[in-house]
């Protein structure tokens, strides 16, 4: 993997606050260019049954956590590393008293078992400039936390460019593309990845690298996609390509044309994400269409039927709240049969298609927490496995392909 590392947080608040009381700190907090720690002996007990000690807090019984601020100045992807002694569970929430009521899991479970002090990290998580809430949560008799060091991976990449494609006339013409014509990588002009492991906010377990041919590769005019096991010495392996930093898109017809694997705990997908997104409070005020989204527990192995899901995400319309406005089409032979996903996206609303079918319409456009679909989204290509809609894992299977014909964006004439 390539660490990449760059200017970040040149100055770090940390005020530690309890339920009755609060702390604030002098010492605690140190920062250089790419990284900034946070000294756990001053956290403040918030819940549970936690012991301050001369390196860091013992959770005596059960589960505890404590809170505690940062003040970000630069956006971007972080590895955020836990020093812990002995066993249990650690994780690290964001925005922890967000008006949602939303549970932002910036690391996933890390599991821990040490008789010294070790760190234990996970890679990617997002973080915008301001002032971030933070808990981190602890479980394990015994367990010893001493520090919380954040590091900068790499830099929020800023989309330069938009099209906005016509949305009257009378025929469909393209207008942006990848054809997947040229084996090797994939067409850094076109894709960039997300890189890490921190969960993606669905609790899955795969490594997303960075132009790492095993994970994404350009093959006989396909995408191929491959999550693979026991891999990197990470659980899984794979890969997720996005425009995002290279161009965005507003309105017209956006096809997918692919094949998606069919063993359990598979989860591919091709996708639109709001270029405003910037970590997990951005999601979903910034909008997300699901064009082409399936799950391997959902499809035949055998004959490769099985089902799509479309999907909008919007503030007032989301999946985590159980109110996504969303639509299924059963497919004969999705796994070894091309199939054409898409959406036709224009100011009045989104209409989705499979092989020139449609099936699906979201025309919520009330407000922008209807309709946050007037600002550009950028595309993404992944499969994930597990996770909240993934389900569990076959344990039979050492990797599994998503691979796609070609991605194409139409404006009207």
Known sequence: MKLYKSAALLALAVIFSGCNASYEST???????????????????????????????????????????????????????????????????????NPDGRTYNITGAIQVQSDGFVGSSK?????????????????????????????????????????????????????????????????????????????????????????RRENARVEDGNLIIEARKNDMGQEWTSARLTTRGKVSFLYGKIEFRAKAPSKDGTWAAGWLLGDEYRDELSWPYCGEIDVLECVGSEINDETGAGINHASCHTRTYYFKEGTHITAVKEIADMTNTYHNYTIEWTPEGIKAFLDGEHYYTYDKTGDELEWPFSKPQNLILNLAMGGGMGGAIDPSIESQQFIVDYVRVYALN
Do not use: C
């Open 27 to 97: 010492s605690s907090a140190v920062s250089s260019d790419d990284s900034f720690v946070v000294e756990v002996e001053n956290f403040v007990e918030t819940e549970g049954s936690l012991t301050k000690v001369e390196k860091g807090v013992i959770n005596e019984t059960g589960s505890s956590w404590a809170t505690f601020k940062v003040d970000v100045n630069s956006v971007g992807r972080y590895k955020v590393e836990v020093i812990t002694k002995g066993e249990g569970t650690v994780w690290v929430e964001d925005y922890y008293d």
């Open 123 to 211: 890679d990617g998580s997002p973080m915008n400039e301001g002032v971030h809430n933070i808990k981190v949560h602890m479980s394990g008799d015994g367990l010893e936390v001493d520090r919380v060091n954040f590091t900068k991976m790499r830099d929020h990449e800023y989309t330069p460019e938009s099209l906005t494609q016509n949305t009257t006339g009378a025929q469909w013409d393209l207008v942006w593309s990848d054809e997947f014509d040229t084996d090797g990588a994939p067409d850094e002009s076109k894709w960039t990845y997300d890189v890490g492991n921190w969960g993606w906010g669905n609790n899955e377990p795969q490594y997303y690298t960075d132009n």
